[in-house]
């Protein structure tokens, strides 16, 4: 035997190796190879089932005003800081009438000269002018008299108003002082708020919008604090469109069920609504995954007898996760996960 293996040429090895290669390989192809794929399966369940649109918003309020004075001034009280709650009628701040005063006095001394020089215009001239040049110094007398008497009645507004008060009771969620002793514009806005009127505002699409209805059930999830859900309700939707960053949209307000905390729920901060379509209570679903909709037919792989199946099923309401089963399906089927 030894010497037959001596005697084998250099190709003959070689013929022998491959030989053997090949039939170890399908050997090993048989044990391994055709093990079979193993399947994953749900059974369906019941569960309470949502159907929701989502948009995005902000919060805003509704009983809201900006306040400022005519002129400026300078500031000698302050009644309320940023954050304090103020009531209707409150003073917020003051400014020094004293410089307003001096101002009045010197609109009426030139509101008197400028009526002086009309008087004496009219009484030169008389009620007929003939001259061009006549006609146009008695119109320019009569303009500055107007506006002697225009600077008059705005410096007796600005002492009228030389003290801002609230006109409802709120927050004061915007002030542009802190302490007295320093000048403010009459751009310088002190702006209220009542937290009781705090809302949750949505541009909806013109798609969408006639889904929507006043007492519609929604949640709202602010994007600084994911981790809190605000129940809420659609207390109004406008019947006049408005142009957002996506085309035509038409303003949605969402009404907060709680009350809500202007310090947590600030003005201006940004979240996401779902609005409540449709719910079920105690209804079969499937992971929305499992099911294929196609040409308008919908179906799903159940496992019967190690064997893959095609189910065809009717759905219902369908969730973010899950969709419900009308028909088609048992709590004891074994459905394929894709």
């Known amino acids: 035997m030894v010497s037959f293996f001596r005697r084998l040429k250099l190709w003959q090895?070689?013929?022998?190796?491959?030989?053997v290669t090949v039939i170890g390989g399908g050997i090993a192809w048989r044990q391994f190879g055709q093990?079979?794929?193993?399947?994953?399966?749900i059974t369906?369940?019941?569960?309470?089932?949502?159907?929701?649109l989502e948009f995005t918003g902000l919060v805003n309020a509704h009983d809201r005003v900006q306040l400022r004075f005519a002129t400026g001034g300078e500031v000698i009280y302050i009644g309320a800081q940023e954050g304090d709650t103020v009531k209707r009628g409150q003073t917020i701040v003051s400014l020094d009438r004293r410089s307003m005063e001096k101002s009045l006095e010197k609109s009426l001394s030139l509101y008197e000269t400028q009526r002086r020089t009309f008087e004496g215009t009219e009484d030169t001239l008389g009620d007929y002018i003939d001259d061009d040049d006549e006609k146009r110094e008695a119109e320019k007398n009569q303009f500055a008299l107007e506006r002697s008497v225009l600077d008059v009645e705005i410096q007796s507004l600005a002492i009228e108003n030389s003290r801002l008060s609230s006109p409802l009771n709120g927050v004061l969620v915007t002030s542009p002082v802190t302490v007295t002793g320093v000048n403010i514009f009459a751009t310088d806005i002190f702006e209220i708020v009542d937290p009781d009127t705090l809302y949750f505002q949505l541009l909806v699409d013109e798609?969408?919008?006639d889904k929507m209805y006043v007492g519609q059930k929604a949640y709202v999830r602010l994007d600084a604090r994911p981790d809190d859900v605000l129940e809420a309700i659609v207390a109004d939707i406008s019947?006049?469109?408005?142009?957002?960053?996506?085309?035509?949209?038409?303003p949605v307000e969402l009404d907060f069920i709680a009350p809500v905390s202007i310090q947590e729920q600030r003005l201006g901060m940004n979240g996401e609504a779902a609005v409540v379509l449709a719910e079920k209570d105690n209804v079969l679903t499937v992971p929305?995954?499992?099911v294929t909709f196609r040409d308008g037919e919908s179906w799903v792989e159940v496992l019967v007898d190690s064997e893959v199946q095609r189910r065809v099923v009717v759905t219902g309401v369908e969730g973010d996760d899950s969709v419900e089963i009308v028909s088609g399906l048992s709590e004891n089927d074994q459905v394929v996960l894709p």
Do not use: C, H
């Open 288 to 290: 929305i995954e499992t």
């Open 207 to 209: 798609v969408d919008v």
């Open 44 to 52: 369906p369940r019941y569960q309470p089932l949502q159907q929701t």
């Open 13 to 19: 090895w070689i013929l022998i190796i491959g030989l």
């Open 35 to 41: 093990k079979e794929e193993v399947v994953e399966t």
């Open 239 to 250: 019947l006049k469109a408005a142009q957002g960053a996506s085309g035509t949209v038409f």
